[in-house]
């Protein structure tokens, strides 16, 4: 079975300060991975997708995450996040054959300070 | 194109009543996703549709949860009866592809807010 660990629930940091929300995922076979965003009251959104190919994936809004197999992480990093970035962030993970079934973590609020 | 429709957006109930929630997903798309979201936790499948079919509801507590998707189209979740641990945000969401599809993007719809007194 699949499980996805984020070990940080909140991240407080201030506006044009780098982030770093992590996330560990644990499968036995192959893998794809996804960050979602969700701001107040809203559904989620998907934010970046790992699905194969190049390990380092990108967002339009200039967050990027590395899909890195041996220490089965999926790391999201932003190099100077802003007031707006403020949300709770998701990282889930699917496996090839698994019929679409996500398995999300339990989330990092991200909280941006002036 | 429009996105995952969701409603009530808000339902406060007493426990032991029932309830229901209704979605329409992005339109031509196959596979339907219910999800409960309790406050803290990350969303939960309860049950996955391609087309009016069931592929998984093994997480669907079926005493008292049910869903349909009659049509292939639209889908609604009922819980009978209802219990304080059933306050939470029920997810809806949608994806292009049937579950062995190539693709994998999940979109999902505003949610309903359940709050079981």
């Known amino acids: 079975a699949q499980s996805v660990t984020q070990l940080d629930s909140q991240v407080p940091v201030f506006e044009e300060a780098p982030v770093e929300l992590r996330c560990n995922y644990s499968?036995?076979?192959?893998?794809?991975l996804f960050w979602y965003v969700q701001y107040p009251n809203q559904g989620l959104q998907l934010l970046l997708k790992?699905?194969?190919?190049?390990?380092l994936v990108k967002s339009i809004n200039g967050f990027e995450a590395e899909f890195n197999k041996s220490q089965t992480s999926f790391h999201l990093r932003k190099p100077s996040v802003h007031i707006s970035d403020t949300a709770e962030y998701f990282c889930?993970?699917?496996?090839?054959?698994?019929?679409?079934?996500?398995?999300f973590g339990t989330g990092t609020q991200l909280k941006v300070e002036l | 194109e429009a996105g995952v429709a969701q409603s009530p957006r808000y339902k406060i109930i007493e426990k032991r009543q029932s309830v229901a929630f209704w979605c329409n997903p992005i339109?031509?798309?196959?596979?339907l996703y219910w999800y409960q979201q309790i406050l803290g936790q990350g969303p939960k499948l309860l049950i996955q549709?391609?087309?009016?079919?069931?592929?998984?509801d093994s997480q669907l507590p079926k005493d008292r949860f049910s869903a349909e998707r009659l049509k292939g189209v639209d889908s609604t979740l009922k819980i009978q009866p209802a219990k304080l641990e059933d306050s939470a945000v029920y997810l809806c969401?949608?994806?292009?592809?049937?579950?062995?599809?190539?693709?994998?993007?999940?979109?999902f719809g505003p949610g309903t807010r359940l709050t079981v007194t």
């Open positions: 969401a949608s994806s292009p592809g049937g579950a062995g599809g190539a693709t994998y993007e999940q979109y």
């Open positions: 499968s036995s076979v192959s893998v794809y």
């Open positions: 790992y699905l194969s190919g190049s390990t």
């Open positions: 549709f391609q087309n009016n079919g069931v592929v998984d």
């Open positions: 339109s031509g798309h196959a596979t």
């Open positions: 889930a993970v699917t496996f090839t054959g698994g019929g679409n079934k996500l398995t």
